[in-house]
């Protein structure tokens, strides 16, 4: 073999080699792309797709809260907002700085923007306010070329059009907080999204909410949204229909503020809807939703009425003379008294080494049931509540739905307290002490009472004794959610009626304590109880001085109470009233409630079914009843 040859079988050998090498290669390549095509192919293009397309959570829009007549008390409103994009401006503080100068952003939104800018992705625009007027939004469009990354937005926002009027009920919706995420909807971590946090807005939040959308958008390598591929729309809030008669509660709210703090409960007696509860002093759920300054937070939290505190079911007072129809149909029940039973009442009642006075320092003289109601004599109670004993009385108070929580859907609500034997025994290591019942037979020593159980221990006395029970939704989208039908709670029906004869009575008789607070108009007449509960009691000296309890300090001041039902010939709605520190039941409470009353009949909500379709307005009616009264200044004293 010569050279030549020698060289091309080496040449051809070493091709083949390679040439072999190339197409096992080739088949390894090709064999790799058919497996990541073919097997592996569906997975790779779900890779690619979660790289070019994102799924973006629509928010939905919340639920309207109404009043019973469809009247909006909790509504989205439009906003206008202004946001900046931080990767169209050089300096982000520079631009906000110059937005300072034209409208008002607090140092704090300031702070907020730009440390929002480090976080996030820069061409996602950030809020820096929202709720501009009009004529801020023309400032800010003006001047936008001298503010770059600056835009003007439209949004929706919560609004409560009756303002501080149903802030107790309706409550407010707040951002979402860090404890809030626990739950596992993924349209509480979208930026800016609110959620109720008190009142029927928390109650109700989860049907109030909606169901979140979804949209499926493409977007570039840097993530900047170029189309939307595929939508679900998002699915509004259920609406929440309330008993409330959004006027009344306005109403009531204007005449508690006749006082520093102050609240009442209107209801229908039957039913158990409610139809006002105003608890004075209150608070603009709207500021909630903007935000507000340290300031107004201090403004709110300094207020000696407490206007973030639903007095009308966390208020726990003495209910004074109030009580007397409890110890009263206790009495009759036991067989201790009845209709023809008199006590005489010189102003002093001893038992043992004590003495007990009577409210009256003369006394009644010989008085009967009726009458010791209509002169809310407290010797009569004395007397009769001796030979009953607390637990029966305290049975009493229970059934008539005192010294419990009534299952109404807001919070704060308190449970009150009945004293019995054990509960003193349990609480206190003590024995119970006869003094004490003579004491709790008027409302005072250890008993207390919310203003809305006082609705109700009046609405279960004139109804005929059924253990009505309060609510305020109504509706739930249309979905109706009350109890109207309810048991009765087994009381004679002769003592009822008795105890409410002694009831028109205080209003309605020249003698009666609230005689002054009588509705005059014909076939709206009212009856009623006046109660006031002692806070501090004036001293020896302070009496020698002739130092009323009217002179002494607010806060040391007795508190002021009525109850009260109208019309007297079928009773249909009750009312309570407390004014805090307000002095006497009958010189504070009982005109209040006669004002409340009087105008309740005039509007008669329970005429009227529940309305659940929308009226599509977002600002309240406008009063149509006559104003206001002045209220009756005729004073009497009474405990």
């Known amino acids: 073999m010569n050279h030549d040859e020698y060289s091309e079988k080496i040449f051809t050998r070493r091709a083949f080699f390679v040439g072999a090498l190339q197409a096992i290669g080739l088949c390894i390549l090709g064999g790799r792309l058919a497996w990541l095509q073919i097997a592996q192919g569906k997975r790779y293009r779900m890779l690619s797709d979660k790289n070019r397309i994102n799924i973006k959570i629509l928010p939905p829009p919340r639920g309207q809260i109404v009043d019973r007549f469809g009247v909006p008390l909790a509504v989205n409103t439009q906003t206008y907002r202004v946001l900046i994009i931080p990767e169209q401006t050089d300096d982000i503080e520079k631009s906000l700085r110059a937005l300072q100068n034209i409208i008002d952003v607090e140092d704090r939104d300031i702070v907020r923007v730009v440390g929002d800018s480090l976080k996030g992705s820069k061409f996602i625009p950030i809020k820096i306010r929202e709720g501009l007027s009009w004529g801020e939004v023309a400032r800010v469009e003006v001047n936008l070329p001298d503010l770059p990354g600056l835009f003007i937005d439209v949004g929706d926002i919560r ?20 404890d809030d995420l626990q739950d596992d909807d993924p349209v509480l971590r979208l930026p800016g999204f609110r959620i109720g946090k008190t009142g029927i807005e928390r109650y109700y939040d989860d049907a109030l909410r909606g169901k979140a959308g979804a949209a499926e958008v ?42 520093k703090s102050a609240s009442a409960v209107i209801m229908d007696a039957h039913t158990g809807a409610i139809y006002a509860m105003a608890s004075y002093p209150a608070f603009d759920p709207n500021m909630f939703v903007r935000g507000f300054s340290n300031d107004e937070w201090k403004e709110i939290i300094e207020d000696t009425g407490l206007p973030q505190t639903n007095k009308a079911i966390s208020g726990q007072y003495p209910p004074g003379s109030t009580f007397k129809m409890v110890t009263a149909l206790a009495g009759l029940k036991a067989g201790v008294i009845n209709k023809n039973t008199h006590a005489f009442c010189s102003g002093k009642y001893e038992y043992g080494k004590d003495s007990f006075h009577c409210w009256k320092k003369q006394g009644h003289g010989n008085v ?13 109670f004395y007397k009769m509540a001796t030979e009953v004993g607390i637990d029966a009385i305290s049975e009493m108070a229970h059934s008539l739905g005192l010294g419990e929580t009534l299952g109404l859907e807001l919070s704060q609500e308190k449970f009150g307290l009945i004293p019995t034997i054990a509960w003193k025994r349990k609480v206190m290591g003590k024995p119970w002490y006869p003094g004490e019942t003579i004491v709790s037979s008027i409302g005072q020593g250890n008993v207390l009472a919310t203003p809305l159980q006082l609705a109700v221990m009046t609405a279960r006395m004139v109804n005929g004794g059924y253990a009505v029970k309060p609510w305020i939704t109504g509706y739930l989208g249309d979905q109706f959610l009350a109890q109207e039908e309810w048991e009765s709670i087994g009381l004679s029906q002769s003592d009822l009626k008795l105890v409410m004869q002694g009831m028109e009575r205080v209003v309605n008789s020249n003698r009666g304590t609230a005689y002054a607070s009588r509705i005059k108009e014909e076939g709206m007449e009212m009856g009623g109880k006046t109660g006031t509960s002692q806070v501090q009691r004036i001293t020896a000296e302070q009496r020698r001085l002739g130092v009323k309890n009217g002179d002494l300090p607010w806060k040391q001041r007795h508190h002021a109470l009525f109850v009260g039902y109208a019309p007297l010939s079928n009773p249909r709605y009750v009312c309570s009233v407390v004014v805090e520190h307000g002095v006497g039941g009958s010189s504070a409470a009982a005109p209040l409630a006669k004002v409340l009353l009087e105008q309740t009949q005039i509007r008669d909500p329970a005429r009227t079914q529940m309305q659940p379709e929308i009226i599509e307005h977002t600002e309240p009616a406008q009063t149509f009843w006559p104003p206001k009264k002045p209220l009756d200044t005729d004073k009497q004293e009474e405990l």
């Open 218 to 259: 493409e977007v570039n390598v840097i993530g900047r949204e170029v189309r939307e591929l595929k939508r679900k729309d998002a699915v509004s809030g259920r609406r929440v229909t309330l008993s409330i008669d959004g006027e009344l509660q306005r109403f009531a709210m204007e005449t508690l503020s006749e006082y």
């Open 159 to 178: 609004s409560y059009p009756y303002r501080d009027a149903t802030a107790h009920i309706v409550g407010y919706v707040r951002a979402v907080s860090k």
């Open 368 to 380: 009967d049931l009726a009458t010791a109601l209509e002169q809310s004599c407290d010797i009569y």
